[in-house]
């Protein structure tokens, strides 16, 4: 039964939670809302298929098929373009659209990107504002954020500047750029901000299992929570968090295969190999068997040596339940 009621919103993995994987996700989830994998904005408007390829789903409404909402998320540092992004992502079907001021990748910082604009509150304000202003006003303009840059002391200029602009929520990456992945989260930065900020704030960071969300929600005061890593680490993570059973190995197991099956049959074929070894890096956190099997299949290089050994395995379980 599930018996939380909170708003859970799958976080943009910049090459991990592609469509296919959120399809995967929301389809075995009770996701309220997905966010895509960042489209980069530098000095053009960028044409449609751009938008298409990155986000499938604006063919079916901003829906993946399970029916749940797609928001397009933007990244860029020059406001009159971001704005202009913004309106074709709506325009093109997006649930609303996001900007990513929390990427910590060093070539997006070098090139005035993501996580490094958090020195800089006045231009993330522009920013914010100008997709505000060109968005039609029932679309949701939003923002995800980290704490800050080299350490902390903007949080709060940086969340205000957000609100200022006009942006409908915020999301925050409990931790700096510098902090990395490392944990802890320092979720209590997030309860500065809910209890100054009108707005929603959504809490993020170091939530892999029912009782982080738990304690998330206890201490930051919020009701929606975005979770990235832990999504991939226990696949039903946000139906385990509203109160369904978290998967063992074997159903994990069986949904890797499914996964792998749409993967090497789209135009991603060539990347497959490296997803699913990417996926067993936080499959192993949760799974002692996933690091087991993936220590067999590491040495394979092709696809189909891959998903065989994965085929193998299931075989060697106990049988399934269908």
């Known amino acids: 039964m599930r018996d939380i009621s909170l708003r859970i919103i799958l976080a943009p993995m910049e090459g991990v939670l592609d469509h296919l994987m959120r399809e995967?996700?929301?389809?075995?989830?009770?996701?309220?809302?997905?966010?895509?994998?960042?489209?980069?904005?530098?000095?053009?408007?960028?044409?449609?298929?751009?938008?298409?390829?990155?986000?499938?789903?604006?063919?079916?409404?901003?829906?993946t098929k399970s029916g749940t909402p797609v928001r397009v998320q933007i990244l860029g540092q020059e406001p009159g373009w971001m704005a202009e992004n913004a309106l074709r992502a709506v325009t093109l079907g997006s649930r609303g659209v996001d900007a990513n001021f929390g990427c910590p990748a060093k070539m997006v910082n070098r090139s005035k990107g993501g996580a490094v604009l958090l020195q800089?509150?006045?231009?993330?304000?522009?920013?914010?504002?100008?997709?505000?202003?060109?968005?039609?006003?029932?679309?949701?303009?939003?923002?995800?954020?980290?704490?800050?840059?080299?350490d902390k002391s903007l949080f709060m200029e940086n969340a205000l500047a957000v609100y200022e602009a006009g942006a409908t929520e915020l999301a925050i990456h409990a931790r700096s750029k510098v902090d990395g992945y490392k944990p802890p989260a320092y979720w209590e930065y997030i309860t500065e901000v809910r209890e100054r900020l009108p707005i929603p704030v959504i809490a993020n960071g170091e939530i892999w299992n029912r009782d982080d969300a738990l304690r998330c929600m206890e201490v930051t005061g919020c009701d929606s929570i975005m979770i990235g890593r832990g999504a991939l680490s226990m696949p039903n993570l946000a139906a385990s968090i509203k109160g369904d059973t978290p998967y063992d190995w074997a159903t994990t197991l069986r949904l890797m295969i499914h996964y792998s099956e749409l993967e090497t049959s789209g135009l991603?074929?060539?990347?497959y190999p490296a997803r699913i070894k990417q996926w067993f890096s936080y499959l192993s956190r949760e799974y002692p068997e996933a690091d087991d099997l993936f220590r067999e299949i590491r040495i394979h290089k092709t696809t189909e040596d891959i998903l065989n050994g994965l085929k193998l395995a299931a075989t060697k379980l106990a049988p399934m339940k269908s």
């Open 120 to 150: 800089y509150p006045e231009l993330i304000h522009d920013i914010v504002k100008a997709m505000r202003q060109a968005v039609p006003s029932e679309q949701p303009v939003t923002a995800k954020i980290r704490l800050g840059y080299e």
């Open 24 to 63: 995967l996700l929301s389809s075995i989830n009770p996701y309220d809302l997905l966010v895509t994998e960042f489209v980069r904005v530098v000095d053009q408007l960028l044409p449609e298929k751009v938008y298409y390829r990155l986000c499938p789903e604006l063919k079916n409404n901003g829906l």
């Open 268 to 271: 991603k074929a060539t990347y």
